[in-house]
């Protein structure tokens, strides 16, 4: 039976750098201007402040939107409050 050797790990591997890889990448030279441009806004891009508000129109068809939603709303919870009133009101009566 043959037993595998175990490595000795006390001694020093040779690191070898990128250059001794073949993966190294030529660094193309880059004019210095355009290495520090300014935070100039790209079009199309939100604001910071755009990402956390909301922005909503303010016009006459925004506004009866919100207005229908309330009072689908308000009309909903009366008619489930009266429905549940109702209901408990036969209920007594049995």
């Known amino acids: 039976m043959t037993h595998a050797r175990i490595?000795?790990?006390s001694d020093s591997v040779p690191v070898r750098g990128p250059a001794a890889t073949g993966t190294?990448?030529?660094r193309i030279p880059v004019d210095p201007r355009y290495l520090n441009l300014p935070n100039e806004p790209v079009?199309?891009?939100?604001e910071p402040w755009q990402a956390v508000?909301?922005?909503r129109p303010d016009t006459a068809h925004s506004r009866s939107l919100r207005f229908l939603d309330t009072a689908g709303?308000?009309?909903a919870a009366?008619?489930?409050i009266g429905?549940?009133?109702m209901l408990t009101g036969?209920?007594?009566?049995l």
């Open 24 to 26: 190294a990448r030529r």
């Open 78 to 80: 009366a008619f489930i």
């Open 73 to 75: 709303e308000l009309l």
């Open 90 to 93: 036969f209920a007594s009566l």
């Open 43 to 46: 079009p199309g891009e939100i």
């Open 83 to 85: 429905g549940g009133m």
């Open 53 to 55: 508000t909301p922005v």
């Open 7 to 9: 490595q000795n790990f």
